[in-house]
């Protein structure tokens, strides 16, 4: 199991697991860039009201807007639906 890098993806973490959501940090997916894979900071899920709820963080600073924009592709909402 993959352990938070950082002190955010620990206190993100941690929050959620407080309120209930199982939690992955780290998470490998599968990209078109950067050797075909890259990492989710933090993934929670947990179900409310029989529907699978998922919050997905990335910490840290980005160094511009189109990075950050990217952590959030369709491909990246695609994988995040497939996880098991």
């Known amino acids: 199991m993959p ?17 209930g959501y199982f939690v992955r940090t780290n998470l490998p997916i599968p990209t078109e860039d950067k050797g075909g ?9 947990k179900l409310e009201d029989r529907r699978l709820k998922l919050i997905h963080v990335e910490t840290g600073v980005p160094k511009s807007f189109d990075k950050m924009k990217r952590s959030f592709l369709p491909a990246t909402k695609k994988e995040i639906q497939n996880c098991k």
């Open 37 to 45: 894979r890259r990492d989710l900071d933090v993934l929670g899920i």
């Open 3 to 19: 352990f938070p890098l950082n002190w955010s993806e620990e206190l993100v973490s941690e929050y959620l697991e407080l309120e």
